[in-house]
C-alpha cells in the first residue's frame, strides 16, 4: 500500500477514531505523550501483545518502538504481567519500606560492572540528574560535559543542545528549548563526540567539572565502533579528578545482560537506568560506586555537605519492582536471548543496507545489536548533529508510508526490537522499509 499517491490521505482514512480522539483530547490535555513522537496526527493504541500494538482503528502494526526501549521482552509478556497482577493484590504503593527492592537491587549491582549500590526512582530522567547532583556532592564541584547529539532526560540541567553554528571541536551550549535557565546552560560544558578534542576541553576544565555525562551508544546515532572512544574517555576522566556517568537508560539490559560496561569493558563511576530494568513499568536507578552512593543516605550524614536529597512517593513502588524482577530474572537465565537480538541488527544492516546502496539512496542503516536508526543522510555520520535538514519531508512522508505498510516507527526515529520479534517480522520489516522508500518522492 506505500504506493498510494497521498499517503497522508490514506493515512487519515484509515485512521479517522485516532483523529476523533486527538481532537478530543486537545480540549483538555496540553501534551499526552513525548513531543518528538511525529505522525501526521497522533495514533492511539488500544492493545499490544508480543510484537505487535493495535490501534483504536483496528489495524496492526509491527511495533519498533517497543515502549521507547522498556519492552525487551515484547508487550504483555506473562511472566512480567502475572508480577503486576500478584504485586497489585497486595497494594499496589506503601511508600514506607517493602521488601520488594532488595531482589532487583541485588540483580542490578550483580549485572552492572560500576554497581556497589543502587537507589530506584521514577523516570531516567530522575536518574540522571540524581546521578548528578550526587556527582556535584562527592566532588565539590558544580560543572557537568555532556556530548552533541546525546539526550540525559528533561530536566534543566541537562536540556542544551548544541548551539547552530559553533565550531565542531569547541561546540557551544544552547538550551533545548524555552524556560530553561540561562544559570543552568552555564554550569554545562558541551563536548564534540568522538573528537579528539573532547579530552583537551575536560582537562582544561578539570577544575570546575564534577561529571562527564555520556550515552555509551547515542539513541540518535547507534554504533558499537565507539569502543576506543569511552577507553580513552574514562582514562582521561580519571586522571583529570572528573568523574564519569554512563547514561544506561536505553542500552542497560538491551545491549547485553550487563548493558554497555559488558560490551565494551568500561566500568564508569556511576550510571543512570531506566526503560528494560522496570520491564515496562515506569523506573529510574542510579548505580554505582559505594562512597558516591552512600551519599544519599542523607539521615545518617551529621554534616549537611555530606547530604544529598533525594525524595519521590513513587520510587521503588511494588509494582515496578515486580515488573522489573519478572523482566531481568528472564533476561539473567536466557542469555541466548541477546544472541536474538543483535541477529535482528545484523540483518535489519545487512539487508536494507545493500538496499539503499543499490539504489543510491541517502539513507544509511545505523545499528547497536537491537537498536536500528534509519539516517536520511549524505556523507559521513559522526554524531547525531549530522542532520541534512534537505531530506524532511522526504524523511516524514517515508515513516507515513512506512505504517501504511503496517511497520510502526514514530518519535525520533530510534527502531528497537525485542525478543517476541521472529524472523518473519524481520523480513516484512525489510519490504515494508524497500517498499516504502521506493514510493517516497525525494529520494
Not at 303 to 312: L, R
Not at 335 to 364: N, T, V
Amino acid at each position: 500500500m506505500s504506493n498510494v499517491s497521498d499517503p497522508y490521505r490514506e493515512f487519515l482514512r484509515r485512521t479517522r477514531r485516532s483523529r476523533e480522539f486527538h481532537e478530543r483530547s486537545r480540549k483538555s490535555t496540553a501534551l499526552e505523550v513525548v513531543g518528538t513522537v511525529d505522525m501526521p496526527h497522533p495514533v492511539y493504541i488500544a492493545e499490544g501483545s508480543g510484537s505487535r500494538v493495535v490501534d483504536v482503528d483496528g489495524n496492526e502494526y509491527i511495533d519498533l518502538s517497543m515502549g521507547f526501549g522498556c519492552h525487551v521482552l515484547g508487550h504483555a509478556h506473562p511472566e512480567i504481567t502475572a508480577a503486576v497482577s500478584e504485586a497489585a493484590a497486595l497494594g499496589v504503593q506503601f511508600g514506607i519500606h517493602t521488601p520488594c527492592q532488595q531482589p532487583l537491587a541485588e540483580l542490578l549491582c550483580e549485572a552492572a560492572a560500576c554497581a556497589d549500590l543502587v537507589m530506584f526512582c521514577n523516570t531516567g530522567t530522575e536518574a540522571t540528574m540524581y546521578g548528578i547532583r550526587a556527582a556535584r556532592a562527592h566532588t565539590g564541584k558544580q560543572g557537568i560535559a555532556v556530548f552533541e547529539g546525546a539526550y540525559h532526560g528533561a530536566h534543566d540541567g541537562v536540556l542544551v543542545e548544541a548551539a547552530d553554528g559553533s565550531p565542531r571541536d569547541r561546540p557551544a551550549a544552547a538550551a533545548m528549548g524555552w524556560g530553561v535557565p540561562e544559570a543552568a546552560v552555564e554550569q554545562v560544558l558541551m563536548l564534540p563526540y568522538r573528537h579528539e578534542a573532547a579530552f583537551d576541553l575536560i582537562r582544561g576544565n578539570r577544575g570546575r567539572l564534577a561529571v562527564v555525562l555520556v550515552e555509551p551508544v547515542q539513541g540518535a546515532n547507534p554504533t558499537l565502533d565507539c569502543g576506543d572512544f569511552l577507553h580513552r574517555l574514562a582514562e582521561v576522566c580519571r586522571e583529570a579528578g572528573v568523574l564519569l556517568m554512563f547514561d544506561e537508560v536505553i542500552t542497560g539490559f538491551r545491549l547485553a545482560y550487563g548493558g554497555a560496561q559488558e560490551v565494551f569493558g568500561v566500568t564508569p563511576d556511576l550510571a543512570a537506568y531506566g526503560k528494560a530494568l522496570g520491564g515496562g513499568l515506569p523506573i529510574g536507578a542510579v548505580a554505582g560506586r559505594a562512597d558516591i552512593m552512600r551519599r544519599f543516605e542523607w539521615q545518617k550524614h551529621r554534616e549537611q555537605q555530606d547530604k544529598v536529597f533525594s525524595g519521590g512517593t513513587f520510587g521503588g513502588n511494588p509494582l515496578t519492582m515486580a515488573a522489573g524482577l519478572a523482566a531481568v530474572s528472564r533476561l539473567r537465565s536466557h542469555p541466548e536471548l541477546y544472541d536474538r537480538l543483535a541477529g535482528h541488527g545484523r540483518r535489519l544492516e545487512e539487508e536494507i543496507g545493500r538496499f539503499c546502496r543499490e539504489r543510491s539512496l541517502p539513507m544509511q542503516v545505523l545499528t547497536a545489536r537491537s537498536m536500528i536508526h534509519l539516517r536520511f543522510q549524505r556523507g559521513r555520520i559522526v554524531s547525531a548533529r549530522d542532520v541534512d535538514r534537505s531530506l524532511a519531508e522526504a524523511e516524514r512522508e517515508f515513516y507515513t508510508r512506512l505504517m501504511l505498510e503496517g511497520v510502526l516507527i514514530p518519535g525520533d526515529h530510534l527502531a528497537l526490537t525485542s525478543t517476541a520479534h521472529t524472523d518473519g517480522d524481520i523480513t516484512r520489516v525489510i519490504e515494508a522499509v524497500e517498499a516504502a522508500a521506493s514510493a517516497t518522492r525525494g529520494l
